[in-house]
């Protein structure tokens, strides 16, 4: 039989364990160090924003009042804001729908060049610049556009319909590209799922479109939320893609921004008026928890 190991080796090996762990603490703390000093500029950033939204002063936002965020009431504001939200929610629910199948089929495909080739046509409108993903709509949108020509084409109708400067064209051009930031986080949580399930309730004689909607769809639901919170998001914000497709027809709330800062020189109306675009899309996001466990309940996961 073995001796029992003494205090002073027991003290040894405590000791040992200890410095391990700090070292791995310290290990952890320097890879962190990065994105902490990121997220700190962030923050930073977001704080000077904030400040010069009570300034007095357009030159420098010094001062103090209230009358920047009381501007915001007005009407025309007030319909930018709207129209922002508006858009930005049609576009979620358009794009997780297109990213359903997709993301699926990303998920289920067995060759390894057509899902390489899948990612690569979801990944590009991440890859392109938005000022030439703009110029590209222009061209497909315009009168005499490739829309409009395969619309005449098929007969569906005999004049040129006009998209640019629409809310319509502006739609089109927030789906195509946020679609990527819809696609991602369902395909990993499709990829998640067991196909013992799926295998199962085939079994039991279940169609696919029950297994889609009673098992694969209530499973991924997590993925589907944050997917949806990050297109919401994105599109909250967007600038480019309603400036070259709408133009000042269709004000989103970043044109009014910019309209602020570049023509007037309003620093603090700009400011104010980004605070509340930076509100609004901190209670969507605030509120994803609870949306999502809201559509466990209704997809019906506790079943």
Known sequence: MTAAPSRAELSIARRTAQMSASASNRRAWLLLMPILLFLAVLLAAALVVVRMSFGVRAEDGHGFTLENYIALAEPYFMRSMWLTVRLAAESTVIAVLLAVPVALAMSRV???????LLLAGVLLPLLVNLLLQGYGWLVILGPAGLLNRLLMALHITHRPLLWLYREQGVLLGLIQTAFPLAVLPLSSAFKAISRSYEEAAATLGASRLQVLRDIILPLAAPGLVSGAMLVFAYNM???????????????????????????????????????????????????????????????????
Request: proline share 5%.
């Open 110 to 116: 067995e060759s390894r060049i057509a899902r390489r």
């Open 237 to 303: 914000s967007a600038f480019a893609v309603p400036l070259l497709l709408g133009g000042r027809r269709v004000p989103m709330l970043a044109l009014l921004v910019h309209d602020q800062v570049a023509p007037l020189l309003n620093w603090p109306g700009a400011s104010a008026s980004g605070v509340a675009l930076m509100v609004v899309a901190l209670a969507v996001a605030s509120s994803s928890r609870r949306l999502a466990r809201r559509v466990h309940g209704w997809l019906g996961v506790d079943r």
